[in-house]
Nanobody
Framework: DLVESGAGLVRPGGSLRLSCAAP????????IGWFRQAPGKERERVSC???????YYSDSVAGRFTITRDNAKSTASLEMNILKPEDTAIYYC??????????????WGQGTQVTVSS
């Protein structure tokens, strides 16, 4: 199972760090990613990092978000800076079923709420 943390309410321009732990998985050979879903909108992929540490970002977050992974700890993080109200959503950590971000998704986290509001 994937366990997310770091939910919170932050003002526009602020920062949050989301974490994803997979204590029962070895993540070395799998890509890890983050999706989000805002109210009334479709779920979208935000970021992904392959097993070889190649990172992908959606256009909406590129330059503001940073994804990292720590295989030794079976964790991944999403550092979110210069947050905007449109970043408000439930964020989901995922583990892909392959080393590449283009592979299918094997596991989903339960989701964690991020709210950006003044």
């Amino acid at each position: 199972d994937l366990v997310e943390s770091g939910a919170g309410l932050v003002r526009p321009g602020g920062s949050l760090r989301l974490s994803c732990a997979a204590p029962e998985l070895r993540l070395d050979n799998f890509a890890i990613g983050w999706f989000r879903q805002a109210p009334g909108k479709e779920r979208e992929r935000v970021s992904c990092i392959s097993s070889s540490y190649i990172a992908y970002y959606s256009d909406s977050v590129a330059g503001r978000f940073t994804i990292t992974r720590d295989n030794a700890k079976s964790t991944a993080s999403l550092e979110m800076n210069i947050l905007k109200p449109e970043d408000t959503a439930i964020y989901y950590c995922v583990v892909h079923s392959s080393p590449q971000c283009s592979g299918g998704i094997g596991s989903w986290g339960q989701g964690t709420q991020v709210t950006v509001s003044s």
